[in-house]
């Protein structure tokens, strides 16, 4: 897994903006909950962080 350039950040931001957009004109609810929708990306990102900082821990010692 490599790090995430800045250009993929901006594509992924403008690709929700986007979506929102339409679901917004369409008049179409979110599939999620906000709160949840951000809880579950956040559990994500931290465990994509969480294998790799275990296995540096583990190879270290």
Same mark, same amino acid.
């Given at each position: 897994m490599g790090e995430m350039s800045m250009g993929s950040m901006v594509? &992924?931001?403008a690709a929700g903006v986007v979506i929102g957009i339409v679901f917004q004109s369409l008049k179409i609810p979110s599939p999620a %909950? %906000?709160?949840l929708?951000?809880?579950g990306l &956040?559990?994500?990102f931290l465990g994509q962080r969480l294998i790799p900082?275990?296995?540096h821990l583990l190879n270290s010692k």
């Amino acid at each position: 897994m490599g790090e995430m350039s800045m250009g993929s950040m901006v594509l &992924a931001l403008a690709a929700g903006v986007v979506i929102g957009i339409v679901f917004q004109s369409l008049k179409i609810p979110s599939p999620a %909950p %906000p709160f949840l929708g951000l809880l579950g990306l &956040a559990g994500m990102f931290l465990g994509q962080r969480l294998i790799p900082w275990i296995q540096h821990l583990l190879n270290s010692k």
